[in-house]
């Protein structure tokens, strides 16, 4: 069925108002867009850090409503409900339903990191170059939760982890995946040969998300995921966060801790420019640490000191 659908642009500080006033006025869903982005350069909301609601600076929100609503009925009400709010410039037009993830999947195409990982769409036929024993291939369906491979910053930990798989770092190891989103990493790790991943992710959606994925590749037995305040103390051989480099800089001595002595860590979701800052917060911690980038992203990597 058809929907009536809202869009204004905003600034993040208002964000919330218009986001409250949409929903008092029965917006059916309210969805955040970077205002400055355009198709061949999107500035994308990565997965937050723990407590964190990361926005752009500009944004544009669209909320949509049954196709009968009025839409000077709606704007009048608006108005009411936050008189402080610039509501001259709001949009409106009729749009078709649609399943939204269905058809960006549908857009979405097998992927290779590495010698031996490919992240393959679920309802889609595997490449033929991942048609072996060797392959490593994860079905994914992201639903709702960041993590596609798509993004350098997950592309940059999936080529560590396949890199560390080649020398035979992953095998019969358990894997911390914090700040895991779809699952992707944690996922891939059990593919190359890790024993066991623990994913950690301050989103409920992202748990459900992570081990929905890890249920269609035949592997949920092997995973566990927390919310952050239910994790279990404990250190691993091998950690990945891909998250924000302001959370990594607030987790520091958390993600330190979760690292068993030899140990190793990849650090992501950082710009480049951030990442200086990174290396010297984490060198108390690790020695061989290397910055890595994609495009304007870095990955930081390195060895825990016993």
């Known amino acids: 069925m058809p929907y009536l659908e809202l869009s204004l642009r905003c ?24 205002a400055d982005a355009d198709t061949s350069n999107e500035h994308a909301i990565l ?26 009925a709606l704007l009048a009400a608006l108005e009411s409900f936050d008189p402080g709010l610039d509501w001259s410039h709001v949009g409106f037009r009729s749009v078709e339903d649609q399943d939204w993830e269905r058809a960006w999947m549908d857009q979405y195409v097998p992927l290779r990191f590495g010698a031996r990982t490919f992240i393959v769409p679920w309802n889609q036929a595997l490449p033929e170059d991942a048609d072996n ?36 770092k992953l095998q019969g190891a358990t894997v911390l995946d914090f700040g895991c989103g779809s699952g992707i990493l944690a996922l891939a790790a059990l593919k190359l040969g890790a024993a066991s991943a623990v994913g950690v992710d301050n989103d409920p959606q992202a748990l459900t998300a992570s081990f929905d994925n890890a249920e269609r590749n035949g592997i949920g037995d092997r995973l ?8 279990p103390l404990a250190s691993y051989p091998v950690v990945v966060a891909n998250i924000l480099a302001s959370a990594l800089d607030a987790l520091a001595e958390t993600l330190a801790d979760r690292v068993a002595p030899g ?31 994609e495009g304007d992203w870095m990955r930081i990597d390195g060895l825990r000191r016993g």
């Open 11 to 34: 600034s993040e500080s208002d964000q919330p108002r218009y986001e409250n006033a949409l929903e008092d006025v029965g917006a059916l869903s309210v969805t955040l867009l970077d």
């Open 47 to 72: 997965e937050p850090g723990v407590g964190q609601t990361p926005l752009w600076h500009a944004l544009v929100l669209t909320a949509l409503f049954p196709a009968e609503a009025n839409a000077l």
């Open 133 to 168: 024993a060797e392959a490593a291939v994860v079905r994914l369906d992201p639903g709702l939760a960041f993590g596609s491979g798509t993004h350098p910053t997950t592309a940059l930990c999936l080529r560590w982890l396949d890199q560390l798989a080649g020398e035979g």
């Open 224 to 231: 566990a995921v927390y919310l952050p305040q239910d994790e």
């Open 263 to 293: 140990g190793r860590i990849a650090l992501s979701g950082i710009l480049h420019g951030q990442e200086e800052e990174l290396l010297i917060r984490y060198t108390p911690w690790f020695d061989q640490l290397t910055a890595t980038q």
